[in-house]
């Protein structure tokens, strides 16, 4: 299975500083139809888990424009140009090319 | 307005069985992918079943292999799980998860399944 390495685990930020959390697959991402499908999700207290990323960097609908994804290969990030008090919660990146699909273990974002 | 609504968790002894259901509306159910993914109490995520709705094509995480079946019906837009050989380790939320572009985009509440003697 591929695995997803996350960091860092826990990621306390001022409001209105910039935030950055890595993700690291074992293996390479890139699909049969020459896509990489590597995700993003973000899951606020208490909800359900979020889309926010898909294929490295398409922001899904209604997604602010203060969260970008990037990268190749086996190494992406996700990126919160400005952090608002909303944005607290658990981001997980995650692996859809290779069965099984496969996350990270979670990035804890909190407000310093 | 995609909307997916789980139910049929609860409380079941070791060993024993559980049929989670997934009432999806919103979106035509017949042609996209549809996943269960899973979250322990104060754990992470893990997907845990895919179905190809056109074909029955699916697909599990080893852990559940033999245990759990996937299933859909497109006439009722609904996606289950049968939960059989139930353990502790399977104790956690069962989230319905439609499937789109390489992930998973729309997810429901949640119905959460405690094994437990």
């Known amino acids: 299975d591929v695995v997803m390495t996350q960091s860092p685990l826990s990621l306390p930020v001022t409001l209105g500083q910039p935030a950055s959390i890595s993700c690291r697959s074992s293996?390479?991402?890139?699909?049969?139809?020459?896509?990489?499908?590597l995700n993003w999700y973000q899951q606020r207290p208490g909800q359900s888990p979020r889309r926010l990323i898909y294929?490295?960097?398409n922001r899904d609908s209604g997604v602010p424009d203060r969260f970008s994804g990037s990268g190749s290969g086996t190494d992406f990030t996700l990126k919160i140009s400005r952090v608002e008090a909303e944005d607290i919660g658990i981001y997980y990146c995650?692996?859809?090319?290779?069965?099984?699909?496969?996350f990270g273990q979670g990035t804890k974002l909190e407000i310093k | 307005e995609v909307q997916l609504v789980e139910s049929g968790g609860g409380l079941v002894q070791p060993g024993g069985s559980l049929r989670l259901s997934c009432l999806a509306s919103?979106?035509?159910?017949?042609?996209?992918?549809m996943s269960w993914v899973r979250q322990a109490p104060g754990k992470g995520l893990e997907w845990v079943a895919n179905?190809?709705?056109?074909?029955?094509?699916?697909y599990y995480v080893d852990s559940v292999k033999g245990r759990f079946t996937i299933s859909g019906d497109n006439a009722k837009n609904s996606l289950y799980l049968q939960l059989n050989s139930l353990g502790a380790e399977d104790t956690a939320t069962y989230y319905c998860?439609?499937?789109?572009?390489?992930?998973?985009?729309?997810w429901g509440q949640g119905t959460l399944v405690t094994v437990s003697s």
């Open positions: 919103g979106f035509t159910f017949g042609n996209d992918w």
């Open positions: 179905i190809k709705q056109r074909g029955g094509e699916t």
């Open positions: 294929k490295i960097s």
């Open positions: 293996q390479g991402l890139v699909n049969n139809d020459g896509n990489i499908y």
């Open positions: 998860v439609r499937n789109s572009n390489g992930g998973l985009d729309y």
């Open positions: 995650m692996q859809g090319t290779h069965w099984p699909y496969t």
